[in-house]
């Protein structure tokens, strides 16, 4: 909202000696961002206000030029050159004398121009620099003005404009009327209301007949009939000026006087030519196939949610939106209905957005007017078309009003100080109250307030303690800090997750969090069968995109196109993870839909804690390309299967729990390349490469391996203790075993370590061999074994039998030794 601080002035009585950054403190003090203060261009020397008294038309010459005798208040007139054919004698100008320097350092002088000698310049708006318009001279009219008078404050050119971000709850501020309420309340000083206007007693019936069908949408509509309108009366120069520094375009008188008032008053206001309009006026909702040509000349198939202005000829407007081009006021007209309503806010904000047009009329109904100006408003723009173009009003106005009484709003008067922390009295709130208009009633604390009628967003006693805090300044609320209450830091549950997430980092994963939900084209993409309990789904009531309406039942779809984004971008070697919440579905309780005008009692607050999914803490990677880069150093190594399991690992130790590994099927998994990841004897997730099926619908390379399990069903770990250390010598030993191809490596090192027994402190894969020296399906695992005791030295024979053991262990789970590959350890330095 656009605020010029002389139409300001006119409204309210400003202290004397008010400063523009005061104005601006006072602004932002009653919650209105100032995002521009608006100064006039710098314009010196003489610029006056001249009478046209004599035009000669000189010929000769590529472009017409007229030779101008003007007055501006000498003894002898000026002759003044000019192009300009869009004024005549008589009309008041503005003009700039020799001597004046105009925006962008443009300096006047008299000057021989066409065979005359121009003595100034008639000015246009561009040049004055209040506007754009280049077409002709700004002419100020015929009568008003003294030749000769100084033009700069009839230009405005000593005026500033506040450009100011009004909320969406205040719409009362969209106008002048409004915005002078809340700067006198602030200032304490007096002002004076435009709407409070004596209302003409016009005689007669209703020129219209007018109904509205639909009064929950329209609880107040009001007409009023002019004729004899002077189509070519132009808008008077005081009215374009204020509404081009509020960023109104000037279209004609009609047009004009009815942005004025909505600027003025908050009103928006609509002007039909009265010529076209066919039969009674009704309000409806739109039917089923209708359209409407709008002003903007587009032609616009309407919903039956649209409300509409009609007549017998069907749409003429859409209500609160953007009037119809069969009734716009033209070249031509002379009779005119104008219309002010006040409509339902969300109704009009969804045909704002449903018909993408948006206007200063729909930006100020879907914020709220008030109902109460509508005649008023009416009564104001009659009276300048009477004025400024000879119109005379037809018959009584219409008004079809079916408002209610006022809500009114119980408030403890105590509320606001306890609420801002500021010892606020009964009387001050009571003052803020009745300065922005409402009716204050009740004895002590409890007080009944009606708020006014151009404040419909004053539901709550919230509302109310905001517009006391406001106006008695929230640069009064103590500025101190609460005391923190001491905290016991993380929990335990915190501390693992954020340790998991370490240590994926560590492994070199990026994390790479996607939204959390999901369709059923992401599932089917994963290949998961019909009864895979993934698919078991919670729909959101009001999802983000329809495409993707349920809660994630696995982190798998969203980290795979995270990665499936990041190889478009080009990146090659990608390796990232993500944690965080999934949601299984299945049977449970609808949550009900508790109201938002009381606190839900505790049943409902049950029913609506009993209505949440589970939501386990899950942990997912998925990588693709190089795991290890090559280079001088060597050829690299591309990731595989093995990694995914390596980081479940990494997750395990993270955790402080034990993680075994076992062959498994489940999708979305290659059959043969899938790991069963279990803690104990209960299975926690999975890990391997993607089956191929999967890769090409993700549009992934072949071989992406992820893993995927569940953090939350990982056992707390036990209270850590500091490991015995032994200051005895260790003794390696290494064993080559040989199996079938098919049977698990798990299970030979489950066999070796519990044959081992205690004195096995380490155990560890090096390496496997399979080929022809081994036969078909079979192949060799070499194993190094560490053995150390804590109190003492091995001998050769202990390190023996526990060796012995571990391989009879072995042997009767499937391997068998294959020789062994070599011996170290210590002496036996006993005596």
Avoid at 38 to 55: A, F, H, M, N, Y
Avoid at 56 to 68: D, N, Q, S, V
Avoid at 520 to 545: C, I, K
Wanted: aromatic content about 4%; glycine content about 10%; charged content about 25%.
């Amino acid at each position: 909202m656009k605020v010029p601080v002389s139409w300001l002035s006119e409204l309210v009585d400003l202290p004397a000696g008010i400063s523009v950054a005061d104005l601006d403190a006072a602004f932002i003090r009653l919650g209105f961002e100032v995002e521009d203060v608006g100064r006039p261009p710098v314009t010196t020397g003489p610029l006056v206000v001249g009478r046209v008294l004599d035009i000669e038309e000189l010929t000769g010459f590529k472009k017409p030029i007229r030779y101008c005798q003007v007055e501006v208040g000498e003894s002898e007139p000026r002759g003044i050159v000019c192009g300009a054919r869009n004024f005549a004698v008589g009309d008041l100008v503005v003009a700039a004398l020799p001597g004046a320097v105009l925006p962008g350092d443009f300096a006047i002088a008299a000057r021989t121009t066409y065979d005359h000698v121009s003595d100034g310049m008639i000015c246009s708006v561009r040049e004055l620099g209040i506007g754009e318009d280049h077409a002709g001279i700004l002419v100020l009219g015929q009568g008003g003005y003294v030749p000769g008078t100084p033009a700069a404050e009839i230009l405005g050119l000593d005026d500033v404009v506040f450009d100011l971000d009004v909320t969406p709850d205040r719409g009362y501020a969209m106008s002048m009327r409004g915005i002078a309420r809340d700067l006198a309340g602030v200032l304490g000083v007096s002002w004076r209301d435009p709407a409070d206007l004596p209302l003409p007693d016009w005689p007669g019936a209703p020129a219209w007949d007018v109904t509205v069908a639909d009064p929950d949408r329209c609880d107040r509509f009001s007409m009023l009939a002019l004729e004899g309108l002077d189509p070519a009366a132009p808008s008077p120069w005081a009215l374009r000026r204020r509404l081009a520094q509020c960023g109104v375009r000037s279209i004609s008188l009609a047009v004009d006087v009815t942005n004025y008032v909505m600027l003025e008053l908050g009103q928006p206001m609509h002007a039909f030519d009265r010529a076209t309009v066919r039969g009674p006026i009704t309000v409806r909702r739109a039917t089923a196939g209708e359209r409407l040509t709008t002003l903007d000349g587009a032609d616009r198939a309407l919903a039956d949610d649209d409300l509409l202005i009609a007549d017998d000829s069907g749409p003429i407007g859409l209500a609160g939106v953007m009037g119809g081009a069969s009734t716009e006021i033209g070249d031509s007209t002379s009779a005119v209905l104008l219309e002010a309503a006040h409509w339902e806010q969300t109704g009009i904000s969804r045909g704002v957005r449903r018909h993408r047009l948006p206007s200063e009329a729909g930006k100020r109904f879907e914020r709220g007017t008030d109902p109460d100006v509508t005649v008023v408003a009416l009564a104001r723009a009659a009276a300048l078309l009477v004025e400024h173009g000879g119109a005379e009003v037809a018959g009584a106005p219409v008004d079809v009003d079916t408002r209610g009484p006022r809500p009114v709003v119980a408030l403890d008067a105590g509320l606001p100080g306890r609420i801002a922390g500021v010892p606020y009295t009964r009387a001050q709130v009571v003052e803020v109250l009745e300065a922005i208009g409402a009716e204050v009633a009740g004895d002590g604390d409890a007080l009944s307030v009606t708020p006014p009628s151009w404040r419909g967003d004053l539901r709550e006693p919230a509302d109310l303690v905001e517009e006391v805090v406001r106006f008695r300044g929230f640069d009064e609320i103590p500025s101190i800090l609460p005391t923190a209450p001491p905290g016991r830091g993380l929990t335990e549950r915190q501390r693992r997750r954020r340790s998991i997430g370490r240590a994926l980092a560590d492994a070199g994963y990026v994390e790479a969090p996607a939204f959390p939900f999901l369709g059923t084209v992401q599932l089917d993409a994963l290949g998961l069968p019909e009864d895979d309990e993934r698919r078991r789904v919670t729909t959101v009531r009001n999802p983000l995109s329809e495409e993707a309406p349920a809660l994630r039942t696995t982190l798998l779809p969203g980290l795979l196109a995270s990665l499936a984004r990041n190889l478009a971008r080009g990146r090659r070697d990608v390796a990232l993870f993500e944690h965080g919440a999934v949601f299984p579905g299945g049977q449970r309780t609808p949550a009900p839909l508790p109201g938002v005008d009381r606190r839900p009692d505790d049943a409902t607050l049950a029913a609506l804690l009993g209505a949440v999914p589970a939501q386990p803490w899950h942990v997912a990677v998925a990588l693709t390309g190089q795991r290890e880069p090559r280079g001088w150093w060597g050829p690299g190594r591309p990731a595989g299967w093995a990694d995914a399991v390596q980081a479940a690992r990494v997750v395990a130790e993270a955790a402080g729990a034990e993680l075994t590994v076992r062959a498994g099927d489940r999708a979305p998994w290659h059959p043969g390349r899938c790991a069963e990841l279990l803690v104990g004897d209960r299975v926690v997730g999975h890990a391997g490469e993607l089956h191929p099926r999967v890769c090409a619908a993700l549009d992934l390379p072949a071989r992406t391996s992820v893993m995927e399990l569940d953090a939350d069903a990982l056992p707390a770990p036990a209270v850590p203790q500091a490991p015995a250390i032994s200051t005895f010598p260790p003794v390696h030993t290494d064993l080559a075993l040989e199996m079938p191809g098919d049977l698990p490596a798990s299970r030979v090192e489950s066999a070796l370590r519990e044959g081992a027994g205690p004195l096995l402190e380490e155990l560890r894969l090096f390496d496997m061999y399979t080929g022809e020296q081994l036969g078909p399906d079979r192949k060799s695992l070499a194993y190094a074994l560490t053995f150390r005791a804590p109190d003492r030295t091995l001998t050769r024979a202990e390190v023996a039998e526990a060796v012995a053991s571990a391989l009879d262990s072995a042997a009767s789970a499937g391997a068998k030794q294959r020789g062994a590959v070599g011996e170290a350890g210590s002496e036996d330095h006993r005596g």
